[in-house]
């Protein structure tokens, strides 16, 4: 499967973004799709998850109530609309597919995803 993240961009503190995972090739495999981010000297961390149906998603404490996770009805592509960014947002993000636990549950771990995308730079001003 290969996933192409999109949507990055330079945005005012406070402001929001939209990022866009296009997955393509096996689409039919059920996956959990994850968001996960990377600053400059930080370890990649888990930002938001949701399960092949789109009915389960979990977020990382620090976005909570600020990024919503979604995915459309075809399964083709997930959405990460964040708003209310603050500086600290300010990573590289990639989005990344778990096949291994049916796309019906969520580990907030980068070693479980199997297959990632090339990431998209999100940068917040203060």
């Known amino acids: 499967v290969q996933l192409q993240a999109s949507g990055g961009g330079l945005v005012q503190a406070g402001g929001s973004l939209r990022l866009s995972c296009k997955v393509s090739?096996?689409?039919?495999?059920?996956?959990?799709i994850g968001w996960f981010r990377q600053a400059p000297d930080k370890e990649r961390e888990f930002v938001a998850a949701?399960?092949?149906?789109?009915?389960?998603?979990y977020y990382a404490d620090s976005v909570k109530g600020r990024f919503t996770i979604s995915r459309d009805n075809a399964r083709i592509t997930v959405y990460l609309q964040m708003n209310s960014l603050k500086p600290e947002d300010t990573a590289v993000y990639y989005c990344?597919?778990?096949?291994?636990?049916?796309?019906?549950?969520?580990?907030?771990?980068?070693?479980?995803?199997?297959?990632w995308g090339q990431g998209t730079q999100v940068t917040v001003s203060s």
């Open positions: 990344a597919a778990d096949s291994s636990l049916g796309g019906i549950a969520i580990v907030p771990l980068a070693t479980e995803y199997e297959y």
């Open positions: 090739g096996r689409t039919s495999t059920p996956y959990t």
């Open positions: 949701i399960s092949w149906d789109g009915s389960i998603p």
